[in-house]
């Protein structure tokens, strides 16, 4: 079959590896429908992170079940799934409590399982999945074409931007600020509004991402960063601030802007991949209240709620794609985002 | 009258000082009953914060009312009162969002207020509350002598340990771990029982101490540090760690011993005034999705709730008062804590 692997900085190369199989009775075999470009895999990409050997790469996809192992009970050959960017077993303690990302037999796209064996990358034709039962979430039936992209964020973006705001206590009548306009601040945006938070406030200069931000419930837009970003954010908000603030960047700036723009008492939550950051300012937030929560985020957890709220058309995070390509584009499909041409890629083998 | 003044590194003397007034509409004179030293007086007092010029130290009083300012009116002369360890106008929007410490006309014990007139210390005679209604609450009637000592930890120990809790989101069946077995650590073993918590681990090393954490309902005592500590709260919790861990020290070690002993996914709730401490590690935070909330604790917020609990004999956190001394004793007061012969210096002018 064929599989995307990153060779080096901006060397992305769709090529023939083996074909998977079931080799776990824990396993699945799927086969993509679609899958999609990460922002984190914008860091190997461009080179923050070194590539030292060629790698699979890929981790959000859906696609219909092949086979499965002999102990899967929960999917079955024909079924329509959704995998969550992380695999967990669902029958740990970390699982249990909600926290998939941490499971103890947890693996990822792209890395060998705990048993071993590689888990293929997600950008391909078809992929082993591991841990089938834990991490799979079948829909009801076979969806419609259309419902394709907002599917595929709950691989990842939507899960991620939900968590965000989850781990801000983002409720009834919040108000939030939310920093990084990219695929899962957006989605952080559409979750901050789907948890009724009364004012959100979008921080982007682009143009067309300002307009989704407002389509997903932005009630204000502030392209100003830095000081005049937290002075206008503050005047927007009551004169005092966010009372939670969604950091989906990973950047030491985004960290300041999250931080300085929430209120003291709120929360920050945050799902940005900490990227050379500096660590938190623990006199800040001790003198201020602010708190700090948030990570890798546990999709698998939010997966049936969001789902269910896909399904019956409340929420279409699919809008974050703006460009589709082919897997054999997969190139391209990496340069539309490295070069903002797109808010992110969707990927057709 | 007589007050304390910090000179310089354990140089603490008693003095006599010019005699308090109502100086402003806000204010209310108040004649001290019951004083005490915190843990964060010892910071100057070891010389680890500077002391450049005499200065009256002391945040922690209950007292009578002798004369309040015209425009105060929750309380009047000859009312029992108790202090918050921070003042503040309880009106503003920091105020009514229950973080008080934020105040935006707030003032400090022992410094100028937002007036630019000083606030006496706590360890004196008589002290000039600022800002009367926001920050003092009187008791119905006069309380009797044996509930002096756990009135005064309302001031301070008790509404910050609690605060660490709250912060830690400790409820009903939260496992617990507790860094730190001063005033403030046993408090937040007694708020974290009285919140429901399941298994509430306190960590101490000393006798007296972990005999108080038992009274104060600690299910286990580990008296390990580091490495062998972490195990140790491990293996007790579950095998995965605390649900919540309260640090209430304030050193780098005690925060890593916090963040290493909460399980995925749980929180840290912090109290203890950084001292010199780095900065949080936020790749650690990530990949565990620990989160880390607290801060000055805004006791005001929860004095009438942990009052209630007090009056009615529910808790009885004054038993952190090992030593009494007579105001004019207040050296020795510092020595006791400082040598760790005491868990609490109770003062009585």
Redesign the interface.
């Known amino acids: 079959m064929k599989a995307t692997l990153i060779h080096g900085t901006r060397d992305i190369r769709l090529e023939e590896v083996p074909d998977p199989t079931v080799q776990l009775p824990t396993d699945a075999l799927v086969r993509v429908v679609a899958a999609c470009v990460c922002g984190s895999d914008l860091w190997p990409y461009r080179g923050v992170r070194p590539t030292t050997s060629p790698q699979r790469i890929g981790h959000e996809l859906i696609g219909v079940v092949e086979e499965v192992g002999s102990d899967v009970r929960t999917v079955k050959p024909g079924d329509f799934v959704i995998s969550p960017f992380a695999l967990s077993d669902g029958t740990c303690?970390?699982c249990r409590?909600?926290?998939q990302?941490?499971c103890e037999r947890g693996a990822w796209f792209g890395s060998e399982d705990s048993e071993g064996v590689l888990v293929d990358g997600g950008q391909g034709e078809y992929v082993r999945v591991a841990l089938a039962d834990g991490s799979l979430v079948a829909t009801p039936g076979m969806p419609d074409e259309s419902l394709i992209p907002s599917l595929l964020t709950l691989s990842d973006v939507m899960g991620t931007g939900h968590h965000a705001a989850v781990?801000a206590g983002v409720g009834k009548g919040s108000t939030v600020v939310v920093v990084g306009d990219g695929a899962v601040g957006l989605c952080a945006v559409l979750a901050a509004n789907r948890l009724g938070a009364e004012r959100v406030v979008a921080m982007s200069r682009h143009a067309d991402r300002q307009a989704l931000a407002r389509e997903f419930g932005a009630t204000d837009i502030v392209a100003e960063r830095g000081e005049e970003g937290v002075a206008r954010v503050t005047e927007l908000l009551?004169?005092?601030g966010a009372d939670a603030a969604l950091e989906c960047v990973g950047t030491k700036e985004s960290?300041a802007q999250a931080l300085a723009s929430t209120?003291?008492?709120g929360?920050v939550g945050?799902v940005g991949?900490?990227a050379g950051?500096?660590?938190?300012?623990?006199?800040q937030?001790?003198?201020?209240?602010?708190?700090?929560?948030?990570?890798?985020a546990?999709v698998r957890a939010y997966l049936p709620e969001l789902l269910d709220d896909v399904l019956s058309g409340a929420i279409d995070p699919g809008r974050v794609f703006d460009a589709t390509f082919p897997l054999d584009r997969v190139a391209d499909a990496y340069a539309a985002m490295d070069e903002r041409t797109a808010i992110k890629s969707l990927l057709r083998p």
Chains 1, 2 share one sequence.
Do not use: C, D, Q
């Open positions: 303690a970390h409590n909600g926290v990302t941490s781990s009551g004169g005092i960290m209120r003291p008492g929360r945050y991949v900490p950051g500096p660590e938190l300012p623990i006199g937030l001790f003198s201020t209240n602010v708190s700090v929560g948030g990570g890798v546990p």
